[in-house]
């Protein structure tokens, strides 16, 4: 399974298709997500961002971060932004035992849910394994994934270049990956105001997973 294409090939929706890749619809609406946050300065600077453009999104948070900045978390929700689970301290899961797998994802749950109601998941790297995944789901976790990936933490990327990956692949229902992390914030910085703009110009809404 091929995690770094840029846009998500139909066969990997098709063979996984108890992840959610897309919400396809007719509103022209788009998901925005952020991943790896809350980072200090680095996701107030996002959230102003969308502030500026009346655009929503949802953060996958790492338990860890929350637990740090909790003040920063509580922003995105108080600005009417969905928060995910991103597990307590970023784990692979294609390399990481069940149990502690799943230790992770609930450290991290009861932390949002002092804040915060939903089950949205987003396993780190986009790596979980099929036994890991059924047994987030029968615990009522929601596996978002994604249509459009930026690509904004790869250091070798140019801003430029992230930012074409998200405007040539872009249709009503993406969900496009962005992070609001210290590795990533060069190609954020310079890809999401724009990101922002050629979406408002296109006749695109922002909005948030639920």
């Given at each position: 399974?091929?995690?770094?294409?840029?846009?998500?090939?139909?066969?990997?929706?098709k063979?996984?298709?108890?992840y959610?890749?897309?919400?396809?619809?007719?509103?022209?609406?788009v998901?925005?997500t952020?991943?790896?946050?809350?980072?200090?300065e680095?996701?107030?600077?996002?959230?102003?961002?969308?502030?500026?453009?009346n655009?929503k999104?949802?953060?996958?948070?790492?338990?860890?971060?929350?637990?740090?900045?909790?003040?920063?978390f509580?922003?995105?929700?108080?600005?009417?932004?969905?928060?995910?689970n991103?597990?307590?301290?970023?784990?692979?899961?294609?390399?990481?035992p069940?149990?502690?797998?799943?230790?992770?994802?609930?450290s991290?749950?009861?932390i949002?849910?002092?804040?915060?109601?939903?089950?949205?998941?987003?396993?780190?790297?986009?790596?979980?394994s099929?036994?890991?995944?059924?047994?987030l789901?029968?615990l009522?976790?929601?596996?978002?994934?994604w249509?459009?990936l930026?690509r904004?933490?790869?250091?070798t990327?140019s801003p430029?270049?992230?930012?074409?990956?998200v405007?040539?692949?872009?249709?009503?229902?993406?969900?496009i990956?962005?992070?609001?992390?210290q590795k990533?914030f060069?190609n954020?910085?310079y890809?999401l105001?724009?990101?922002?703009?050629?979406?408002?110009?296109?006749?695109?809404t922002?909005?948030?997973?639920?």
């Open positions: 399974m091929n995690l770094h294409w840029v846009k998500t090939h139909w066969s990997i929706k063979l996984f298709s108890n959610v890749w897309n919400i396809p619809n007719n509103d022209n609406k998901y925005l952020f991943d790896d946050g809350p980072t200090p680095i996701t107030e600077w996002t959230l102003a961002q969308l502030k500026s453009y655009a999104a949802t953060f996958f948070c790492i338990g860890n971060n929350i637990t740090k900045y909790p003040e920063i509580k922003k995105v929700i108080t600005e009417n932004h969905s928060v995910g991103h597990t307590f301290n970023h784990i692979n899961g294609w390399k990481t069940n149990r502690d797998y799943l230790n992770e994802v609930e991290c749950q009861k949002i849910l002092e804040h915060s109601t939903g089950t949205l998941f987003r396993p780190p790297y986009g790596k979980v099929v036994s890991k995944s059924m047994k789901r029968k009522g976790y929601k596996i978002i994934m249509d459009v930026s904004d933490f790869d250091t990327y430029q270049k992230c930012l074409e990956n405007l040539k692949n872009v249709t009503s229902g993406s969900i990956v962005f992070h609001d992390s990533a060069r954020l910085e890809t105001p724009r990101t922002l703009k050629f979406l408002k110009e296109k006749g695109f922002c909005d948030r997973i639920d």
